[in-house]
């Protein structure tokens, strides 16, 4: 990514047109104290960062209308704190608050426009970017949200924004509603060596912990999943809850065993 430097592309970007401060007193007032830093860093706020003037002892900081696009990058020179919060200046005259950039180039983003439901029992956090971002709030578990964009960290993690400077870890994101997440033992059998005709979209299971038509997604020890629907319930099911019997043909029955899965409960 090409790195800019403000006074070099003040011309090119129609939106860097700058406004004088609020009043002529402005210019004579004390500035703050500021350090001698340097670096580069990167707009990481998907509407923008508020371009500020010098903050002065007597009226702080002030906006002056202008912004510098999402994800573009920029030099900086100085640094200072007004009223507990971090600025740099990447031009003269012109601040930005440290809490609209990241130290590391964002990785563009896909747009989407879906719902997408928080697969976790309880609260996810959710951060100003993805990968390097900073703690911002949280989404809840269960919830459907309006998915706009998603993105791949440096790690190959999917990350998906749900609002501004809200991502979240693709991890905890599903396009099912996943209303519960539990542990539970499993087993397998082929139906057709019973005699059935159900075929192997279905689990045997404990009919008062998960009724007839109960929409589950088990992941085996292996990470290999399997959609299920609850059409049956075996003995050992039937007097144990946390039990599954997994429908599959024979040969795949005898080699999963017994282990222990994660189920998910799709609503």
């Known amino acids: 990514m090409k790195i800019k430097s403000f006074a070099a592309s003040l011309l090119t970007v129609a939106s860097l047109t700058l406004v004088t401060l609020g009043s002529t007193s402005n210019v004579q007032a004390a500035s703050v104290a500021t350090q001698a830093v340097s670096g580069v860093l990167y707009i990481n706020n998907a509407s923008g960062a508020q371009i500020y003037g010098t903050p002065t002892k007597e009226n702080g900081i002030a906006t002056t209308g202008a912004s510098l696009v999402n994800n573009s990058s920029w030099k900086y020179n100085k640094a200072t704190s007004v009223n507990g919060e971090l600025f740099y200046a990447v031009g003269k005259n012109q601040w930005i608050k440290a809490s609209d950039t990241s130290s590391q180039p964002i990785t563009q983003a896909t747009k989407v426009n879906k719902v997408m439901y928080v697969k976790a029992n309880g609260q996810v956090n959710t951060y100003s970017s993805a990968g390097n971002g900073y703690y911002t709030g949280t989404v809840i578990g269960g919830y459907g949200y309006n998915v706009s964009s998603s993105t791949t960290d440096a790690?190959?993690?999917?990350?998906?924004?749900?609002?501004?400077?809200?991502?979240?870890?693709?991890?905890?994101?599903?396009?099912?509603?996943?209303?519960?997440?539990?542990?539970?033992?499993?087993?397998?059998?082929?139906?057709?060596?019973?005699?059935?005709?159900?075929?192997?979209?279905?689990?045997?299971?404990?009919?008062?912990?998960?009724?007839?038509?109960?929409?589950?997604?088990?992941?085996?020890?292996?990470?290999?999943?399997?959609?299920?629907?609850?059409?049956?319930?075996?003995?050992?099911?039937?007097?144990?809850?946390?039990?599954?019997?997994?429908?599959?043909?024979?040969?795949?029955?005898?080699?999963?065993?017994?282990?222990?899965?994660?189920?998910?409960?799709?609503?």
């Open 155 to 267: 790690n190959g993690q999917t990350w998906y924004q749900v609002g501004q400077n809200q991502w979240v870890p693709g991890q905890y994101m599903s396009d099912d509603n996943v209303t519960q997440t539990l542990t539970m033992n499993a087993t397998a059998y082929d139906p057709a060596v019973l005699g059935s005709n159900m075929g192997y979209s279905g689990v045997a299971a404990n009919l008062s912990k998960f009724p007839k038509g109960t929409h589950l997604r088990i992941t085996d020890g292996n990470g290999k999943t399997y959609d299920r629907v609850v059409n049956d319930t075996g003995m050992f099911a039937y007097s144990n809850p946390n039990q599954l019997d997994i429908a599959m043909p024979n040969s795949e029955a005898l080699s999963f065993g017994r282990q222990n899965v994660t189920v998910e409960v799709l609503g």
